[in-house]
Structures are given as structure tokens and as C-alpha cells.
């Protein structure tokens, strides 16, 4: 493949998915997107064409389809000679993955296995797959290592690991797919711009969409999950991750799928390798946004582990990436995204 061939990103309206998207037009890729708008809004594919100008917008298309709908994706490969696919599309929620299993096994799973028999008919065997630290459960050991055990805590980890094992078992029986899966950590930030940012439907399950909709004035405070955890403050610890390190690290994937010939399957970790507490992060957020986050000190989140955080010495090696942000970084440009558009992609209902 070449750049003049598309790249196929499927869920690209949503938060990572628009980040990549952009970063991957400015490189001189040419994309289409396939979202079913499930967890996005087409404004969200707007605000892309507007960073990346009038010119490198001609190289993007939008189509609204479900890539549970075999129709929508043999419409699309069928039109179009894709070199590559990145596969955001998923649900993505612990909570409702539990309260509903079948939706995530039918989303996740079903749509990911209609998208890979498409691929396979259109000999179009690159992919790069949206996997998740939620493969390592609560890990027995931190840094969470590429080959460190692999373990499902809730239906949603489930399908994540499920869909890394039918990647290597597809692979493995057909050589000629090559496969990255990108294991991301806890994603925050937005795009510097403040144009383009995470936008949740509902009250948000994630700690920094959370701490963003109390500053802004939409909740009233923060419910701090477990304050007697032993680290050195009682919160719990996470490697959160800038969206744009992430969107940066697809490109990079990417570019690796089509420059050698013997990829495999492949995983790696993408975090910063370091841990931040819920309290570090709320003060973080305090300085960045110069606003006061009231907290509530709450009993543990079922099945919340006390740390995880990333060794990432493998993505570094072999992709040449290394994360460039850090959480100031990450909090200014949530804040930025936050102060500009309080709703999302929504103005105030
Ligand atoms: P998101 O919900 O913002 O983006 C997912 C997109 O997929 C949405 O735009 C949604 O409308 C679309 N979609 C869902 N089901 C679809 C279907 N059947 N057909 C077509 N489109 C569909 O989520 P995100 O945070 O951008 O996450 C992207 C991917 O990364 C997901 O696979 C998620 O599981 C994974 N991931 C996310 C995180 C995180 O914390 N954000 C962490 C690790 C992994
Ligand atoms: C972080 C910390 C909470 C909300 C989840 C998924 C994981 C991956 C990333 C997709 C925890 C605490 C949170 C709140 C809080 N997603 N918290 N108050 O649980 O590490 O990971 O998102 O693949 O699979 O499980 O992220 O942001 O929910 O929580 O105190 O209102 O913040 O208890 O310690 P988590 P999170």
C-alpha cells in the first residue's frame, strides 16, 4: 500500500478514532470512515474538516453504516481498494458491558468478525486494532508488560481479549495479515486546538470526563472511588495517556504494517509508563483549569485495580514511539476542549 490507497477507520468519529484521523490526513493518508454514530455526533467529522483545512478535507469521507451490517461494508470495500483498516468501532462502557453482555458480544464481536471476512474477500489483510490495558485485568504485576498475563475482569475486557486471540489465530493461519494491536491505557487530553475532545452521552463512568463536567458546573463534585488503597496517598493509580500520543502512535503503527513484510501479529503497550493518582490528578486538573474540584471520598469501585501502568520499552524499541506529553500537558488540553465547549459537540440543552 501506498498513501494514495485509503485507510479504512472504522468508529473514526469518536474520540480517538477523530484525533487519529486528523493526524493521519496531515501524514497524507487519504481515509474513509465508517461510524454508525452510536457514540458520536457527524459535527465531531466536521470539526476534523476544519483543522485540517479545505485541501487535506478532500482526502477524507464519511460514511454513516454499522460494521454489524455486512450490506454497509461490502457497499464500502466494494466502491474502494482500502490498503489499510484501523478498528476503533466498539462499545466501550464496564458498567453497561455488565448489565448487558450480549450488546458488547454483538457489537464488539460480531462486528469485528464481519469486518475481518470483508478484509479477507477484499485481500486487504493490514490491520491496526484498538485493544486495551483492560487485557491485564488487575495485574498481579506493574509495569504491565506485553507478554505478562492475559485476563478479562468484566464482559467488555472479554471481548478485547477475545478479539486480540482471533487476530493471532487469523494471522497465524494466513501469513499474509499483518496485525498490530495497540493496547492503550486511560486516553485523556484533547486536541490543542479545543476544537475536538472526548464528548460522553450521559453521566461519565471515566475519572477525567468526570473532573472536566464538575468544572465546568454540570455535576457537582467528584466521587473519589477508594482513599485507603496502599499508595501513598489512598487513591488509586493509572497511566493516563494524551489523545494526540495515541493518534501520533496509530500513524506510527500504521506506517510499520506497510513498510515490512513480516509484522505478524503484534502487540504493544501504549501508555507513558507512569502512574498518577486520582488525587495527583484532580490537583492537576485544579492547576491547569484554576478551579476548585470539590470531592467526595467514596468506598473502592468494584473491581477497580490499586495501580497499572504501562512498561513501555516495546513500543519504543520496535515502533520508535515514546509518549510526549505529560498530565499538565494532558489537563491543559482538556480544560482547553472544556472551556470551549462545555456540552461537547452540543450546545447547552
Ligand atoms: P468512542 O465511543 O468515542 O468511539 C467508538 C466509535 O465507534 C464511536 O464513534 C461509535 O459511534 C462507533 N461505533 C460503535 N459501534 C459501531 C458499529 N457497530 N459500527 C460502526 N461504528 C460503531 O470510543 P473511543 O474512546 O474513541 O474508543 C475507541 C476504541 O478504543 C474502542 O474500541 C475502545 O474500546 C478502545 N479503547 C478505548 C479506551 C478509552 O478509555 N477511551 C481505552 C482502551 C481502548
Ligand atoms: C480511573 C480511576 C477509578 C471515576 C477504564 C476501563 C479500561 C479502559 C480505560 C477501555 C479509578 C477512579 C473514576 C470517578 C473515581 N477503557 N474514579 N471517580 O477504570 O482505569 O479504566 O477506562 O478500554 O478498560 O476499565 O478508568 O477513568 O474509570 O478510573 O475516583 O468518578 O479513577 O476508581 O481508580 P479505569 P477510569
Given at each position: 500500500m501506498d498513501k494514495t490507497e485509503r485507510v479504512l477507520v472504522t468508529g473514526g468519529a469518536g474520540f480517538i478514532g477523530t484525533h487519529t484521523v486528523v493526524e493521519l490526513l496531515k501524514q497524507g493518508f487519504k481515509v474513509s470512515i465508517i461510524d454508525n454514530l452510536d457514540n458520536a455526533v457527524e459535527e465531531a467529522v466536521h470539526r476534523v474538516r476544519l483543522l485540517v483545512g479545505p485541501q487535506l478535507s478532500q482526502n477524507l469521507e464519511f460514511h454513516l453504516g454499522d460494521i454489524r451490517n455486512i450490506e454497509d461494508l461490502e457497499k464500502l470495500f466494494s466502491q474502494t481498494k482500502f490498503g489499510a483498516v484501523i478498528h476503533f468501532a466498539g462499545l466501550k462502557a464496564v458498567g453497561e458491558s455488565v448489565a448487558h453482555p450480549m450488546r458488547y458480544f454483538d457489537n464488539n464481536l460480531a462486528g469485528s468478525i464481519n469486518l475481518y471476512k470483508i478484509m479477507a474477500k477484499y485481500n486487504c489483510k493490514k490491520l491496526v486494532f484498538s485493544s486495551s490495558?483492560?487485557?491485564?485485568?488487575?495485574?498481579?504485576?506493574?509495569?504491565?508488560?506485553?507478554?505478562s498475563e492475559l485476563k478479562a475482569m468484566n464482559p467488555y475486557g472479554r471481548t478485547k481479549l477475545f478479539l486480540e486471540e482471533i487476530a493471532r489465530d487469523i494471522q497465524k493461519a494466513d501469513p499474509e495479515w499483518r496485525i498490530i494491536l495497540l493496547r492503550y491505557f486511560n486516553p485523556i487530553g484533547a486536541h490543542e486546538s479545543g476544537t475536538l475532545g472526548e464528548d460522553p452521552k450521559g453521566i461519565p463512568n471515566n475519572l477525567m470526563p468526570y473532573i472536566t463536567q464538575v468544572a465546568v458546573g454540570?455535576?457537582?463534585?467528584?466521587?473519589?472511588?477508594?482513599?485507603?488503597?496502599?499508595?501513598h496517598d489512598g487513591s488509586a493509580i493509572r497511566d493516563y495517556i494524551h489523545v494526540m500520543d495515541l493518534a501520533d502512535g496509530h500513524v506510527v503503527a500504521l506506517e510499520k504494517l506497510l513498510e515490512r513484510?513480516?509484522?505478524?501479529c503484534v502487540a504493544y503497550n501504549l501508555g507513558t509508563g507512569r502512574g498518577t493518582s486520582v488525587l495527583e490528578m484532580v490537583a492537576a486538573f485544579e492547576k491547569a483549569s484554576n478551579k476548585k474540584i470539590p470531592i467526595k471520598l467514596c468506598p473502592r469501585r468494584p473491581g477497580d485495580a490499586t495501580a497499572v501502568y504501562a512498561s513501555i520499552d516495546k513500543a519504543g524499541k520496535e515502533l520508535g514511539w515514546k509518549a510526549k506529553y505529560g498530565i499538565d500537558e494532558m489537563c491543559r488540553d482538556q480544560w482547553k476542549w472544556a472551556s470551549q465547549n462545555p456540552y461537547g459537540y452540543q450546545s447547552k440543552p
Open positions: 490495558a483492560t487485557v491485564y485485568g488487575q495485574p498481579d504485576k506493574i509495569p504491565c508488560l506485553e507478554d454540570r455535576l457537582p463534585e467528584l466521587n473519589v472511588y477508594g482513599h485507603d488503597y496502599p499508595t513484510k513480516d509484522t505478524g
